[in-house]
């Protein structure tokens, strides 16, 4: 977009993402003026251009904060477009380090960077693609009652991991606070991405899952397609920019299933486990939310 069509883009009054989430302060002062410079005008122009986006969305999108779990092949694609979208805070949780077998699918990461952490890497790689995002890196193992603390903070969490017991921890925190989560997995040649809306009644990755015994099939072990992990991660980025926007339709109690052999996709409801010890009715009700 030119700055000529930047321009008739007017700027105007929009709810606050604080303000909505705060209905008491909402009470008082429910509104923020919008005034985007030319220079973000021009950097978010081809979205603010999209019907039902707009500046609205763009505003939405700085007022955002998001945690991504998990800075490999699918954290790659998330965090790099969540941050060239402008979202305004990205928290990024992973506790390794940069080994040269991740180069060939983690494409936040350069050779030069063999070694660093994955936080040190994509925080630097990130500042160079978005300098407006402020970025939090979180270096260490989460545990389940810190990863409650980080999911509170945050608007959207985004399972970018490789381990069924991070996944169950990661959707236990995102019910108990009502979370939404958009989860992708990718192996061999194929991939699933469903979101859940953290909302009591679900579903969630429980239902999906309801053994809390589960066989982890690694990349190591089993081998990855690398732009696989790409076309997963880039869908999990657009299912968080349409949760966190009101854009579209999320993809809550659907999941999507590629074969990327075929490249045939399927489509499956995802309906709620009643007997789903995190996000049934009677869970809810329960002094605590198993994971
Ligand atoms: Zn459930």
């Not at 410079?37 to 251009?49: A, F, K, T, V």
Request: proline share 4%.
């Amino acid at each position: 977009m030119d700055i000529t069509n930047a321009e008739r883009i007017e700027s105007r009054e929009i709810p606050c993402q604080d303000h909505r989430l705060n209905p008491d302060q909402a009470m008082i002062d429910t509104r923020c003026v919008v005034d985007l410079s030319d220079e973000q005008l021009l950097r978010y122009g081809r979205q603010i251009l999209l019907p039902d986006f707009g500046i609205e969305g763009q505003e939405r999108l700085a007022a955002a904060r998001v945690l991504i779990v998990g800075l490999g092949g699918l954290g790659s694609p998330v965090a790099m477009y969540l941050a060239a979208a402008g979202v305004g805070r990205i928290h990024l949780a992973d506790f390794d380090r940069i080994d040269l077998s991740n180069l060939q699918r983690q494409i936040l990461h350069d050779t030069d960077h063999i070694g660093w952490t994955k936080t040190a890497s994509a925080c630097q790689r990130l500042a160079r693609l978005n300098p407006e995002v402020e970025i939090i890196a979180i270096q260490s193992r989460l545990s389940t009652e810190s990863l409650r603390v980080v999911v509170a903070q945050v608007d959207l969490v985004v399972d970018c991991c490789d381990n069924f017991a991070t996944r169950l921890a990661i959707n236990g925190a995102c019910f108990a606070a009502g979370v939404p989560l958009v989860s992708g997995a990718a192996i061999r040649m194929e991939g699933q991405i469903t979101a859940f809306s953290g909302s009591s009644g679900g579903p969630c990755y429980r239902c999906l899952h309801p053994s809390e015994v589960h066989e982890d099939r690694t990349c190591s072990a089993n081998g990855v397609l690398a732009p696989l992990v790409g076309i997963i991660g880039s869908i999990q980025a657009t299912e968080a920019i349409k949760i966190l926007t009101g854009l579209g339709t999320p993809l809550y109690g659907r999941l999507l299933l590629l074969d990327a052999a075929t490249m045939d996709w399927r489509s499956l409801s995802l309906n709620a486990d009643p007997e789903c010890p995190v996000c049934s009715r009677e869970a809810s009700g329960s002094s605590g939310t198993s994971l």
